[in-house]
């Protein structure tokens, strides 16, 4: 009897050691899921064409866009 006590024992233990790892894993995972909501909320939307401009984001006023070197004019008498 001795032994079917502790089989009963043992299979509870596994049961609440499976149990805690469950909360444990759900835990992780609503903890990335919130890390990766504020980090797509503070990211400023960087258009593919364009000049600098200022855009809004949660964190305030970001410079988003692409620098625009001045273009150069080639004359008659210059060479590339």
């Known amino acids: 009897m001795s032994a079917k006590y502790n089989t009963r024992r043992s299979a509870g233990w596994w049961r609440a050691v499976c149990r805690a790892a469950r909360a444990f894993r759900r835990l992780h995972a609503e903890q990335v899921h919130g890390w990766e909501v504020w980090a797509q909320a503070n990211r400023a ?33 210059e060479r590339s």
């Not at 949660?58 to 070197?69: I, T």
């Open 45 to 77: 939307s960087v258009p593919a064409e364009g000049p600098l401009r200022w855009v809004l984001t949660l964190d305030g006023r970001r410079l988003a866009g692409r620098h625009l070197p001045a273009s150069r004019g080639l004359g008659a008498g």
